[in-house]
């Protein structure tokens, strides 16, 4: 389905004319990977920068936000206190903006030798119905991976594993890509991965696991206005005829 952008080996970020100028993210719906929640992650700091984050969403087409602020106990120990108080700031912020968007809050909750405490401490967020946003190191694969994810499903969640591109100690046993989904977990990519936004290698890996079909959602991962900015010139690229024909579930969180 993808073959003619993969076999030209060409860049994810170059420019194709025949795209209409209002070409638009409409198609994704609901973006489920975000970081708007002011000043409680790396993501937005201020309500301001919410707003401003939250604009540029509304612009691009998207109709629903699932934001989606990190839990990681040491450094963004969030409860779902600290992202529900936070989601009704942004939504009392975004009716004042007339910004038409219906936002919610789940989290990326990050895999580590304190996750299954944490699990055990309180209900996780979902993003939609059982289905739970979880990362873990970019560096090395956590040891406790596997039983973690078994545990999250062993508690009646099914995981989303964000960005299985960015997993460097992946790229060269894409099997485990392959283990991961047969395990019952979907994976979310990064549209910003597609373009190149974080190097040749993830960009390669996320196109091999789209022309193979393995992604299930696709995310913003938007932190700032950077990130913005490099989503919407998105638009206008190769990058994007190609996403335009990927069946993502994100719309059906808008039904
Ligand atoms: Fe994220």
Not at 144 to 158: E, H, I, P, V, W
């Amino acid at each position: 389905m993808f073959s003619r952008l993969f076999r030209r080996g060409k860049s994810g970020d170059e420019k194709n004319d025949a795209i209409p100028a209002d070409a638009s993210w409409s198609f994704i719906g609901a973006d489920i990977h975000s970081h708007f929640v002011p000043g409680i992650d790396d993501g937005a700091k201020t309500i301001e920068d919410s707003i401003v984050l939250l604009k540029a969403m509304e612009a691009m087409g998207y109709k629903k936000i699932v934001t989606t602020p990190h839990v990681m106990s040491d450094f963004y120990p969030n409860s779902s206190l600290t992202i529900l108080t936070g989601l009704k700031k942004i939504q009392d912020a975004a009716r004042e903006n007339n910004i038409n968007l219906e936002i919610s809050a789940a989290a990326e909750y990050y895999i580590d030798e304190y996750f299954t405490e944490l699990m055990a401490k309180e209900p996780l967020l979902p993003i939609h119905k059982n289905e739970v946003l979880v990362e873990f190191s970019m560096l090395y694969e956590p040891p406790m991976l596997n039983s973690a994810l078994f545990s999250m499903q062993t508690n009646g969640y099914k995981p989303i594993i964000a960005h299985p591109e960015r997993y460097i100690f992946f790229h060269n046993k894409f099997e485990r890509y392959r283990e991961l989904r047969d395990r019952g977990c979907k994976l979310q990519l990064n549209l910003l991965s597609i373009s190149g936004y974080y190097g040749r290698n993830i960009m390669e890996v996320a196109m091999r696991l789209l022309e193979k079909g393995m992604y299930d959602y696709c995310g913003s991962d938007m932190h700032h206005e950077k990130h913005a900015a490099a989503l919407k010139a998105m638009l206008q690229t190769k990058a994007y005829s190609t996403l335009v024909n990927y069946p993502f579930l994100n719309s059906q969180l808008c039904f």
